[in-house]
């Protein structure tokens, strides 16, 4: 089948965990962001149970409508599995052991240490004539069938549900496969990932800088970030380009651009930071109470974090604050373990206890019970320490648990990396041993 450019493309997703409301459809999401980045419009998201009348049912559907139709789940090695052979029966293409999958299968059991049972053989079997996507991290492959539907060529890519899996053989994979059936990428997107300011702030800011006509601008809260994204055609003459250029750069600076901490949509904050921490050979360290490891954990996601995480005290009681930290009885009795003398008291701890050049710590009160009139709940401070400066500052975020928890990890983040960048540290009420709140200016240096 010769193909043609692909246009438009929907996707059905399999599984009966989709439909009795156990899990959200986030492959359907991803993918219609990934084919947007394209030119590509997904013309429809379908989910069926995982039955062979519905699968072929809902494939004639969006077949009949779309150049490519992808198909995530089903792959799986077990019996209720049925993707592979509802498609080998729609399209009449018998399946087949591939034996070189086959192969790669048995050889990655043996690398796993797992027994290869006979069950697993059927992850081999593909459409003949199916072209096969190699899965780089598991063992559903994927495959993609040529076709024509009613006098029109077709492409249908089956991929596993597993959504890492889903994401990185439809990015390796298929987009690389049918590389020259995309159509050149009709738009171009910039993108503010920012952090400190809430949606209204940005958008008003925003909403201040006339936007040229051919430039769209969108808002996403996607807590605890905002996102702006200005999306504009490639096919625009120099001059229109150059406007929009300008109009870039103004967005940048009204939203401020020491606000922004990413412009590229797949590097997140504590990445940001991580790239900071090995450019400054800086090491650090971490005092946690009411986040209990998550801000190290934020950390260390990314490998070569070892590069300048030394590790982390989990203070969650005053005894340890006490204890392991050195927060002196007199602060936790006169101050409370959420308040910036003691926020401080544990990052001065953590970073002589384990000799790191920076040190933050979090405490407060993440609820929903603990709260009082002047420690409501959502109140934290975070401690900050150098070899030349220490301080703290304090926050009110008054949301459930969870929010206020990662809340204070991004706060912490981007007190680091506001630190590393040299740009001034924005906090509503700033607390420093050595310095009044009325004067809001650069934390000011203090020895120890
Ligand atoms: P295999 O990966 O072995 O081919 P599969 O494709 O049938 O199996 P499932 O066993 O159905 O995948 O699901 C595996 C995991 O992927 C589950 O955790 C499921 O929640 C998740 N998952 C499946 N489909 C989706 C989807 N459309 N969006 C988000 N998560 C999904
Ligand atoms: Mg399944």
Redesign the pocket.
Known sequence: VTQKLILNATIL???S??LSG???????AWLADALLERGILLRHAL?CD?QFPQIQDAATFLLERSDLVIV??????TDD?L?REALAQLFNMPLEMHHGLLDSLKQLFQSRGRTFVKNNER?ALIPRGAEVIPNPI???AGFMISVEYAGKPRLVAAL????K??KIMLNLGLFKSIEHLLPESTYKRSFFRTFGLPESVIGQRVAAVPAPPEVSVAYRAHFPEVQVKLRYPTNLNSEVTRNIEKYTAKIREAIGADYIFSENSKVPLNEVVHNLLVKSSKTISVAESCTAGGLGAALTELSGSSNFFLGGIQSYSNQIKNKLLGVPQKTLDTYGAVSAECAEQMARGVRKKLGSDIALSITGIAGPEGGTPEKPVGTFYIGFATATENGAYRYFYPQSRDMVRTYSIWCALDILRRYLLELPVVVKVRYDTNQDDSQNGYPKAKSV
């Open positions: 997703s399999i599984g965990e989709l156990e899990i959200a459809d986030t492959n359907a989910s995982d995530s789940g089903g792959l799986g090695p599995d993707t992850q598991g063992t559903a596993p549900g597993v959504p899996e889903f």
